[in-house]
């Protein structure tokens, strides 16, 4: 058996970086891509967007919010009670220990907990070590020191150290994404107890927002994009338009156009890729900014997987009152906000000219078949992953999981762990649990999550993942995104 | 002396103006609104364009851009209104806004004391980086929130006077005012290209003009416009203490 043969959704380049989700993550930025953007084509210009100064940070009032001293006392327990219960708490505080975010619950009044938090770690650090989790009571206390600010978890879910740390590291590239790494940095070198809630005032929203998204999107545990199903013509036409139509333009090095949590197209500069996990961030921005949808808007992103020392200028506007697709025009060029109006302006003639807008129309208004429409009676769900793309496909939800979704989310996760726990990752998993059967399958092309019914044939599992494997190959060119347009 | 140096500074302002086929004056002017965060620009402005409101509208990212074309008597103003993000990491940014702005909406919110101050900062980052002459208006919004109020009206309004700025308050919630400070800032605009086109059309729009056009309005009623306002369109009085009735020019 050659399964090995069919891999969909491969392709030799990639349209986003492709590392492994669980590869390390500390400092694999790309630093300085700005830099060289900005010093390629205009070396005079030294301007730095990031030089502005905070030493007006001293002289600002403090208006931390005070604390509410009205609550009766027994109120206040049932509503500790409550709070102590939450599935997953996440906390971000200053290396000194000033809290900055709490999932739930005001950060004031858990000030004495942050110091806890933060005696432990430099507890451990006084030792020249460093406190990666403590499991106790069922509990994974996971913490992420990430200078100059430290992350912890506290989660009763089943969710390995790794996944949790994961997930403190998009909070992390959340913040750096709203602040830039350097000016953190900055910040707390100028003042150690500074307090930065102030700057990051709505960003919790975000943070709050990545939180249930990344629980509920797949995307975040595979570290992969999912395309919207698009046939190859069209989506290069629309990646031709986008192009077109900022030929003229210098400077542009992501555009990229998204509806529906899914990539429609994205073009880049040639020598520079986006990271799966900038996307996301994207997405989440997107999404929870419903103000994108009426006004265009002029915003300053900073992608800390691309580099994480600056912004990037973004042009962000739906593409129109009758398509419901977000376009993002990302620059290096902060007054460039009239010329992207512009090419927006033209990408939409064009696309509305080659029928494009009603293809997105017609494939957003049309859902993923799921697995029975598909022909695979026995399957329930699935993930498939594209390693070398970084994207992956799912099939719409279908019964029972679309009223449970939590129920497949935490399957998924189990089956993850299972191939990427550090200590033995396994490259073949199968279980048969009492509501459904279970297999993950790591190759060097792929990962492959199934959830079968509970009474699938063993025997049958092999040549089920060959015709699933075969139909997915079959319709490639729509499910990924398998070209890569650059400017 | 003083109307010399008013009326050079005037004839100054890039404002462009284009003609169409029917011999319309459009009239283009890039306005900015700043203030605090959470004061309600972004609110006032889908009042305005979209007569909606959201009271659980997003924080503005960077900042959102719309254009408003507004008819006065003959001519059409096209405002290029920026609705500016009021937090303070956005800052660093927001010159590019108002640089070259024709107009300014100062915001804040009359029940935060705070978001007064810091509209006065605003003002001063104005004055220290603004060389051309600029429509201010010191806007008052959340007036639906009066048993909140902290700021009054007559401290808003002499501060107002003290930096040339006309007065307005506002609620964006109940749709009141907003109409008006649109309209204002355009005919505003609209005095200010007539001043720069030709000489003969200078008295053409007159305080008493602005007055009884917006006295027709039919949501007078409805707001608070201090009866005190000067109208002074350079920024550069500012700098040097004068307050300038519009009137002289």
Redesign the interface.
Known sequence: MSYLDVEPGAAGESLLLTTDTNATFDNQYMSSSLEEIKNEIEPSETED??N?SISNVTT??E?SSPMSVDNEDHEDRIQDKKWALMDKHIFVLSLAGKPIYSRYGNEDKLAWLFGVMQTLVSFIQSNDDNLISISAGGINFVFSIKKPLILVAVSRKQESVQQLQNQLNYIYNQIAS??TTSKLIKIYEQRQNYDLR?????VE?LINHLLDFAEAEPAFLLGAVQCLSLSSSKRSNISSAIISSCSKIKNIVFAILLANNKLITLVRMKKYSLHPSDLHLIFN?VQ????FK???????ICLPRFDSSGFL??YVSYLSEDCQACLLLLTVE??A?HTL?EAKQRIVEKLRRNNCLEAINESLAKPDVNCAESGFLEVRHYLYKSKSTAQFYQPSVSPPYNKYGQVLTDLYKRLHQGLHCSARPLKLFFERRANEAIFAWDTVGFELYIIFEPLVETGNVVAIITRLLNWMKEREDNLFHLQVPTF | MLQLTQCEVISNIPVRVNYDLENMKTIIGKVVILGH?GVGK?ST??RY??KTF?RH??????????ISRIKVLDDYVKLQIW?TAG???????TP?FYRNAKAAFLMFDITSE?SF?SMKNWVLELRRNVEQPMVLCVLGNKIDLAERRVVSRDEALAYSKTIGARYFEISAMRDQGIEIVFKFVAMELLRMSTKNSSATSLKVYNTENVNGVMASSSELEATDIGNEEIVNMSINSIAHGHTVPSRCC
Do not use: H
């Open positions: 967007s990031n502005e600002y009032e208006n709203m602040l102030r700057l990051l005032t709505g929203r921005l929870s900014t419903e103000s009426t006004v265009e808007s002029w915003a300053p200028y973004g902060r007054d906000f109006k | 965060q972004t402005c889908t364009v979209e959201n509208i997003s924080p503005t990212i960077g900042a959102s851009f719309f609705d937090q303070e990491r956005f800052k660093a940014m590019m705070a101050n």
